[in-house]
């Protein structure tokens, strides 16, 4: 089934709305035909990264997840939140290191305004060891 | 040495364990409500129907044959059999002291025959000790392991309860089957109910029993081994962590069968099915594990961090 268009989901920068956005990420995943094992492993990968702008978001804020279909059968899950040092994630931290062992993709970015993006793309096929 | 039930008696033992409940009319007045964890001996012999003398006498007939006779000898088997259908009430006995915890009686009688058996492969009467103070402990620490692979720590509804271990198994049938961990269609389609269901019942499953993921190796002889070897090798994804002063502490934080499987998933890139087929769990508990483990080392980060 396809996600078209984009669906976004705006909760506050707390760790008890993690959750929620976890399953949101199962139902994307199972809407996407995922196997289990991917679906659990987009889930630790977004909440470790929801752990992370966590870790730096200043009181009140909110944390964007915006889902969008990534060809080919994959998923973009893009989750954004103000940060206060403006910080971004560095390749040689252990949170990189698990975010690139569950997914695809990985980019982290920063703005101008220190909003930093953590954006993970999966694809359906299983991740076969090398 | 044999630990696990020899085939030729499984139809008959199956056929035992049918009956097992209830089996022991006499012991269900006092059992009723007791949780005790240790459960004393003597207590248990007043409980369990009165033996006769004739009882006794074949008890150590049988316990002399199993000793004397080969591992596959009939005659053997047959002993073993026998030995174990008489006990079965002290099994079904020990079972009910640990009703009302949120397993079914079937299944912990289940359970306590499974200790039972092990008790009959394990027995050596040069000992002196009557077989039945032997049985006890060992019956009463294979139901503790099983609360503890399989208890839950919170109150989870029965049907969740129910439903995950319908997932847990019916993901090792289709994995078994298609050679690939199934999709959230493939499981509902397969156990017959929504996927919303399927995804209910995978979330429950942070649910599961803190006691559960602490426990190490299912029996903590053999697995040390080759778990620490894994642990030695390939640490080069480890190697361009430069966080390594800040990560090794807190590897050495978690337990060490949740270090191995850090390690396998993310140092050495092994997907959750390889772990969990090296581990020896399911590949569902690979990822409880997983999750659990990685918000254990954020907690400790941040503690360190306040710390310093």
Known sequence: MEIDPAVTLRVPAESAYVALIRAAVSAMCARLDFTIERLEDVKLAVAESAALLLSDAPDGASLDVRFTPDAPQGLRVEMTCPTMHGRSLPRDSFTWTVLTALVDEVVATVSPDRNLTISLVAHRAEAVRP | MTETPGTPADGALGAALGAAPGAAPGAAPRAAGVVADEVPHDEVVADTPRWSERDREREAQLLELIASLPTDDPRRVAARDELVTMHLPLAAFLARRFRDRGESLDDLTQVATVGLIKAVDRFEPDRGVQFSTFATPTMVGEIKRHFRDKGWAIRVPR?????????????????????????????????GVSEEDVLEGMESAQAYATLSLDASSTDGTEEGGTLADTLGDHDHRLAMVEARQTLNPLLAGLAPRERAIIHMRFFENMTQSQIAEQVGVSQMHVSRLLAKSLAQMRTELVDAHQDA
Request: charged share 20%.
């Open chain 2, 159 to 191: 049907r969740l309860q129910e439903l995950r271990l319908a997932i847990t198994r019916a993901t090792a049938e289709l994995s078994q089957a298609t050679g690939r961990s199934p999709t959230v269609a493939e499981l509902a389609a397969h156990l």
